[in-house]
């Protein structure tokens, strides 16, 4: 059994119409978001933990943030270049070239792909993952490379269902 933890960025920074979408910085509300999920996450998690992110910044300040609340150190978050602009299959293929012996993981990336992932390979209907949402998915197999076809949809979360904030 291994557990995959599909994560959209948090709330991004838009104010700078100059800056690169790949350089945009979290804003206000997603440097908020992003500590806050991430408490909400370490409570739950009591494993070793693998954390792939998409190298674009706020992707990445995102996935930094968790790794802080589980207590790792974040030069140990992978970048993934496959991550930015995925489309699902980049995603999967992401998913299926896992290394076997990781059993919890935490992938950081955009929309539409994570959403679309997330329907792909659980067989869910979500409109929206929003930002910062995280949709935990069971993976009911040893192997990676099977994660499309045994896949379930455990929990999906975000910040705005969060009333006790």
């Not at 994560?7 to 440097?31: E, M, Q, T, V």
């Not at 980049?90 to 679309?116: C, M, Q, R, S, Y």
Request: glycine share 4%; aromatic share 8%.
């Amino acid at each position: 059994m291994k557990n995959l933890f599909l994560i959209r960025h948090a709330k991004s920074d838009w104010n700078d119409a100059k800056l690169d979408d790949f350089d945009r910085p979290l804003n206000k509300r997603g440097r908020k978001d992003a500590p806050f999920m991430a408490e909400q996450l370490s409570r739950r998690l009591n494993t070793h933990v693998l954390i792939i992110s998409s190298p674009a910044n706020r992707a990445f300040s995102t996935a930094s943030e968790f790794a802080k609340a589980l207590s790792i150190n974040p030069e140990n978050i992978i970048k993934e270049p496959k991550l930015y602009e995925a489309s699902v299959e980049d995603i999967i293929e992401v998913i299926e070239e896992l290394p076997e012996k990781a059993e919890t993981v935490l992938l950081f990336g955009h929309n539409p792909g994570i959403t679309w992932a997330v329907n792909n390979i659980t067989g869910s209907r979500i409109d929206n993952v929003p930002t910062c949402g995280i949709c935990e998915i069971s993976v009911d197999t040893e192997n990676w490379s099977e994660a499309k076809v045994k896949s379930k949809l455990l929990s999906f979360h975000f910040p705005k269902e969060s009333v006790d904030r």
